[in-house]
């Protein structure tokens, strides 16, 4: 397992999201994991047997095994999209004293907080420490398939940076 895990959360071929975490894989190198979660289908949290789904317990044990984990997430109706926000339901206890940063993808600038319901559940059910820098892009930061502005490349290496400097608990 890996001190760092990325989890790419959106479901859409294309996804600039998608493009935001292999990007974070990379700044990061060395001992990190990227999880596309295309590749890892869940059941829908009901509270009862979609905890034993083999991919629950896979993601749940990449998830307890990192030390610091970064999500790349769409932003949908002004909230993360529901793909992460169940994983999170499935894999509970599994986030518990981590390390977390988010990068999402956003269709436009007005919903550039709403990555902090997620962020403040994380925090408070699980005693998540967040980092912070967060980076929010959108559809004007991509183009052809790639991240095209310069701001946003940097952030992710800022983003990165972070990750690598902090440390909780020791």
């Known amino acids: 397992m890996s001190e760092y895990l990325v989890i790419s959360s959106s479901l859409r071929p294309g996804s600039h999201s998608q493009l935001l975490g292999r990007a974070l894989a990379q700044e990061l190198s060395g001992d990190v994991e990227h999880v596309d979660m295309r590749a890892f289908p869940l059941p829908m949290c009901d509270g009862d047997s979609a905890y034993s789904d083999p991919n629950v317990d896979l993601l749940g044990s990449k998830i307890s095994a990192a030390r610091v984990i970064l999500v790349s997430v769409p932003i949908y109706n002004y909230d993360a999209n529901a793909a992460v926000k169940n994983l999170i339901e499935l894999t509970g206890s599994s986030w518990e004293d981590k390390i977390v940063g988010f990068a999402c993808a956003a269709g436009g600038q007005s919903s550039y907080m709403s990555i902090m319901p997620l962020a403040n559940s994380l925090m408070l059910d699980f005693r998540c420490v967040i980092l912070p820098r967060f980076i929010y892009a ?16 940097k952030r992710l290496k800022q983003l990165a940076n972070d990750a690598r400097r902090l440390r909780v608990g020791e």
């Not at 991509?142 to 946003?152: D, N, R, T, Y």
């Open 138 to 153: 959108t559809g004007a930061d991509f183009g052809e398939g790639k991240i095209k502005s310069a701001e946003v490349k």
